[in-house]
């Protein structure tokens, strides 16, 4: 088993106005220093409207923002909602971050999920997968093509040339989350190559067995050696040696899932202003199942955790959500600096094993 890389997942959430915007934002600038210095694979950031649940409406402005503030980390969106965009300036913004950062942007794509935003952007929900198919047809013909047009559903397009082409040939990698109940889009993903970005939320490693095994029978369908593709997984994270902060970063965990089931599910309440509560689940889970089910822990536990993930998933790339509900930066800064220190190489050994 090959050890995965590695990613920072950043929501840039906001969980009391007493915490200011502007510090949200000066924590990701160090965060993201620290990742690159650590060997992180890629910086994802991501993409949400309208509530304290995120900060970035703009993953794409995020990572022309750090294309310049970085060297060698690859910038993820986490991901674009496509169905928000004009398809067509998406594409041209595309291309822009892949020449400004030299090759290092991989594009992470999802259709959205939340009524809240969509409603205010004027859009129905309902129509999600297919304006986020045509926006891919139109993405991806725009960038690998000298001139193309099209006739879709939601979007005719008259012939067109675009100027500014993207470093990667012929157009830099695709991650897919948040659509995966659409065979279309498993279908695409297998046919094209695209990686499908899975995450557990809070519930264990092993409820992701019946994906990975669809997509296993997506791959062989089309020929493919499912132990060859790439897939990516998105977890909460937090290593410390203090149980009780270790417990704490588990409740922060627990808020922000609850604020976004809320959210998906359309019974979202705001504490002050764009600020949310965060009412219990349905099916809710204590604070030590989070921590159970989840990065979050001792070094120790961190580094069985993710041996045991990669064995349930055969994630190649793992992104670590990593400030939760507000989680203190001096806490964040160290629970990375620990990830580095000392679960990295019980990782190396316990992987080869």
């Known amino acids: 088993m090959s050890m995965p890389t590695f990613g920072l997942f950043s929501l840039m959430q906001q969980r009391h106005a007493a915490r200011g915007n502007r510090s949200v934002f000066a924590d990701l600038d160090d965060q ?22 995120s900060l970035c409406p703009s993953p794409l402005m995020a990572a022309a923002y750090f294309a310049g503030r970085t060297s060698t980390i690859k910038l993820g969106t986490g991901v674009i909602v496509l169905p928000l965009y004009d398809p067509i300036r ?32 004027r859009l129905n929900l309902a129509d999600s997968a297919e304006m ?17 047009s099209y006739d879709g559903k939601h979007y005719k397009i008259p012939a067109t040339r675009i100027a500014a082409k993207p470093v990667q040939k012929p157009l ?16 695409r993903v297998a046919r094209e190559g695209w990686v499908p970005f899975l995450g557990n939320g809070l519930a264990p ?19 493919q050696d499912p132990a060859h593709q790439q897939t990516a997984l998105m977890t909460y994270f937090h290593c410390t040696e203090d149980r009780a902060l270790a417990l704490d970063a588990a409740e922060r965990a627990r808020y922000s899932s609850r604020v976004s089931l809320s959210l998906r599910l359309d019974y979202g309440e705001f504490a002050e202003g764009p600020f949310m509560k965060d009412p219990p689940m349905a099916n809710d889970f204590t604070i ?17 955790k993710i041996a045991k993930a990669v064995a349930t998933t055969r994630a190649t790339h793992i ?10 930066q001096e806490r964040v800064l160290k629970s990375m600096e620990l990830f580095g220190a000392k679960v990295l190489p019980q990782l190396q050994r316990a992987l080869a094993a």
Request: aromatic share 12%.
């Open 132 to 148: 986020f198919m045509e926006s891919m047809d139109i993405i991806e013909a725009g960038l690998s093509q000298e001139e193309f």
């Open 319 to 328: 992104a670590f959500h990593n400030q939760p509900g507000d989680l203190p």
């Open 288 to 304: 030590e199942q989070v921590h159970d089910n989840t990065l979050i822990g001792h070094p120790d536990e961190i580094a069985q």
């Open 172 to 187: 830099p990698q695709i991650a897919v989350a948040g659509m995966m109940t659409h065979d279309t889009i498993k279908q």
């Open 205 to 223: 490693y092993a409820e992701l067995t019946r994906s990975r095994e669809t997509y296993d029978a997506i791959y062989r369908e089309h020929g």
């Open 32 to 53: 993201v220093a620290m990742a690159e210095d650590l060997g992180f694979e890629t910086a994802w950031f991501a993409e949400h409207h309208f509530s304290g649940y």
């Open 90 to 121: 998406v594409m041209e913004e595309i291309a822009m971050v892949d020449l400004m950062s030299n090759g290092r942007l991989i594009v992470g794509v999802g259709g959205g999920y939340q009524p809240f935003e969509f409603e205010r952007f």
